[in-house]
DNA sequence: TATACACCTTTACGTAGCGTGAAGGTAAAG
DNA sequence: CTTTACCTTCACGCTACGTAAAGGTGTATA
């Protein structure tokens, strides 16, 4: 397939001055020039172009992008790894970013307090790619721990009550979900109180909670198949029918 | 608190150049000139910071940060929303991004074919953010249904041969299981078995794999009681042994 | 008390990656 | 034959700082 540059601008969203640019610095030259000396795009431009937009996706400077893939040692596949791992690593900037901007929110509604330390979680990604390679072992080894600490501190806290009262809730989500699930609307009253009633219920055993994760667990009860049997069991259909529930509640859907 | 330049700079992993420029823009004043004409910054100079980052990350510029907040109607509750909003739609990019790596990645050892279109899923982050209000209610319709279609694709089109096979994981999941839990490494070759078994598994369920996906299910499995007390009930400690073995395997820790 | 050293200041020039005209040639449709 | 939608080169402008240069300040130590 053969384009013009406003085609393939538009194929891409870029504009056309950055074709044009880039072929003035000789990062992305067409692959030819017609008799009218319209520049002609091919597919291996396509592709070069992907590479570019990648890289530079990922924060590097044209002069690095060059670079990177005019080496001899240039090798699609690494650099296509490497694209993910540090896509992998953005995300979770933005987690943390999320969480921040959450926090933030309690914080502005009273409800928690913040160390100015905190206010900056996730802003510091500089920092973190520069040290990334010297203390990178130290900072997963380190993050590692904390996600597991976070996992088991609330359950061995929980008295008597919280587990009485967790079983109360396990029950009645079970129940009202059936009745739900026949409603056949997860954006309905009943859904979304069942919805509610199982964030009360992961409350219990998350530190913190987020809609995100909150969607993310109800999508694995779709994800897993023992755990769509679990609630199917109990009504068919249950499964995608809270996970439904839970997407809209936590504002995902719709 | 009392912050120097160099100090609240390092706090907020910003340069200090950036605070004097922002100076000279009246961006964000120092909240005092000591007698020697230093910039001390104050607690509300930490929060406007943090307001500033959050509107930066976002891709407004300077001029539009200092529009919306020193606007009549400026509202922080409403602004933090806004972020989060922003941040999540980023996450969304962020994620078409990946599946889009991860699609390239398959492409260049020959396993699919991708359309030039979809080279470039995900790049189009203005188009998408100009055409949101407009079509921002038909895009998540669509994205909503793909999602729920991907859930459900696999499970239908199962043959007996399949299931059986399935079956025959599950059961060698839980009995190796078993063993690897007494050796007590999850990094140790028995447990890296039964991780990749475990992704073999679930690679029944889902149409494409991802290591985060994965990790994430491992977590779930401990996040939520009932299934860390399904694994457990088969060998005390195996859900946290399997979360962590999935880590390592999926190279999310260590 | 000197001096080293880590801070802070202003002034000023540099630059990456385009955006945005201006002035003009070309292709295809009506 | 004209309109409209493309395409070209040339060139200046802009944002958000980075990076010296030249010099004042605070304080711990020789």
Sequence with gaps: MEYTINKLAKLAGVSTRTFRYYDEIDLLKPARINSSGYRIYGEKQVDDL??????????????????????PTYDLYKSLEGHRE?????????????????KTIAKSEGR???????????????????????????????YGDEQVDKSNRKLKGMTKEDHDR?????????????????????????????????????????DSYSKEAHAGLAQMYVDDPRFTAYYDKNKPGAAVFLRDAVLVYTGMKK
């Design 50 to 71: 992907q590479q570019i937009l990648f890289y530079r996706e990922l924060g590097l400077n044209l002069d690095a992008v060059k670079e990177a893939m005019t080496s």
């Design 86 to 102: 540090k896509l992998l690593a953005k995300r979770e900037h933005l987690d943390q970013l999320i969480t921040n901007v959450e």
């Design 112 to 142: 928690i307090t913040m160390t100015d330390q905190e206010k900056f979680e996730g802003f510091k990604q500089k920092m973190i790619d520069e040290n990334e390679e010297r203390y990178g072992f130290e900072i997963r080894e380190k």
């Design 166 to 206: 967790v079983e109360a809730l396990s029950q009645e989500i079970l129940t009202k979900l059936r009745e739900a699930v026949d409603t056949g609307e997860p954006a309905g009253p009943l859904a979304q109180e069942v919805a509610d009633l199982h964030r009360q219920w992961i409350s219990f055993y998350w």
